[in-house]
């Protein structure tokens, strides 16, 4: 059980174009999920807690109208990199808490981002 | 807010010897620690938590520790084999609210 997916596991795109990566919670409902983002070697950063039917809290230093993200259903985030540049490649995860338990969190095998 | 280190940065062990990863966190008011496993290029994977309501968690060769008092907790390993070589992270949860504040992590390296 608590089983997340991610989608699409890579992509390459180039710069000025916008990239959308969608994560699920596939057994589970989530009310809220997380995005993280991870440059080599180094730790989570979180980006911002989706909660389902809000708008999401964005960490500071992180730009909400860069990084969009939508928590529609109570097993889907969203998030798009919009005109996505070199600088936003990197590893991007997202976890999701798994509702009515206060703080288990479950990853997603990530998204690798190259902008070229 | 919640501050946590970790230590140490890298962690190189004997295969069968123990490993010992230790955290500190600033927020007396967390109340949730789990332990992470991240292998290269892989999700990170709950390997093991515990709550501010308990001092010690075992599971197989896995054991965290919780000193509230001093406010850390260390991951051990007991009886290391290769597949223990991952980067581990710990993390604090905050009373209010459900982020994790993650520590630098430690890579751990298990030799023949």
């Known amino acids: 059980g608590a089983v997340v997916s991610q989608h699409p596991s890579w992509v390459i795109c180039k710069s000025g174009t916008s990239v959308k990566i969608e994560c699920r919670s596939l057994d589970f409902q989530a009310t809220t999920m997380f995005w993280y983002r991870q440059f080599p070697k180094q730790s989570l950063m979180l980006m911002a807690t989706?909660?389902?039917?809000?708008?999401?809290?964005?960490e500071q230093g992180v730009e909400k109208d860069k990084f969009l993200i939508n928590h529609a259903s109570l097993t889907l985030s969203t998030l798009t990199v919009t005109s996505a540049h070199p600088e936003d490649s990197s590893f991007y995860i997202c976890s999701a808490r798994l509702a009515g338990v206060m703080e288990t969190q479950y990853f997603g095998p990530g998204t690798r981002l190259l902008v070229l | 807010g919640e501050n946590v280190e970790q230590h140490p940065s890298t962690l190189s062990v004997q295969e069968g010897d123990s490993a010992v990863i230790k955290c500190t966190y600033s927020?007396?008011?967390?109340?949730?620690f789990p332990w992470y496993k991240q292998e290269l290029g892989k999700r990170p994977q709950l390997i093991i938590d515990i709550r501010s309501n308990v001092g010690e968690k075992k599971d197989q060769r896995i054991a965290v520790t919780l000193n509230k008092t001093a406010k850390h907790f260390s991951l051990h390993i007991t009886e290391t084999q290769p597949e223990d070589s991952a980067v581990y992270f710990c993390?604090?949860?905050?009373?209010?609210?459900?982020?994790?504040?993650w520590g630098a992590g430690t890579k751990l390296i298990i030799k023949p």
């Open positions: 927020d007396s008011a967390s109340n949730y």
């Open positions: 993390a604090a949860r905050p009373d209010s609210n459900y982020q994790l504040i």
């Open positions: 989706s909660n389902e039917g809000s708008k999401a809290t964005y």
